[in-house]
C-alpha cells in the first residue's frame, strides 16, 4: 500500500490586536404588567365544508392585520440582508489585514 506525504506547509505568524473595551451605559427598562388572558381550547375542527376557492383573497389581503404581517415580513429580512452583508464586509476587511502584503 502507498503511503501519502503530505507537504509542509509555512508559519503563517498573525499580529496580536488589542480589541478595545467598550463601556455600554446601563438602562432601566420599567416593569410592563400584562394581564393573563385565557384562550379556549379548541380539541377539533371540522374542516370538511371548507372550499378554499370560495375564500376571497383580497378581502384577506385587505385586512389590516395582515399588511402589517406582510410588511413586518418584508422588514426582518431587510435586516437580515443588510446584517448579513455587513458581516461580508467585515470579513473581508479583517482578511485584508491579516493576508500577507505583496509587494508591488
Known amino acids: 500500500m502507498a503511503s501519502v506525504s503530505l507537504p509542509k506547509l509555512p508559519r503563517i505568524d498573525v499580529p496580536s ?8 451605559p446601563s438602562v432601566k427598562i420599567p416593569d410592563v ?7 379556549p381550547a ?4 371540522d374542516l370538511t ?6 375564500i ?3 378581502a384577506v389581503l385587505a385586512n389590516p392585520v395582515v399588511k402589517q404581517a ?3 415580513g418584508y422588514t426582518a ?6 446584517g448579513f452583508q ?3 464586509v467585515r470579513r473581508r476587511e479583517l482578511m485584508g489585514q491579516f493576508s500577507p502584503k505583496t509587494p508591488k
Do not use: M
Open 70 to 72: 406582510k410588511e413586518l
Open 86 to 88: 455587513k458581516a461580508q
Open 17 to 24: 490586536v488589542k480589541i478595545p473595551t467598550i463601556k455600554v
Open 49 to 54: 365544508h371548507v372550499d378554499i376557492r370560495k
Open 77 to 82: 429580512v431587510g435586516f437580515a440582508v443588510l
Open 33 to 39: 404588567k400584562i394581564p393573563s388572558v385565557k384562550i
Open 56 to 58: 376571497d383573497l383580497d
Open 42 to 45: 379548541l380539541h377539533s375542527i
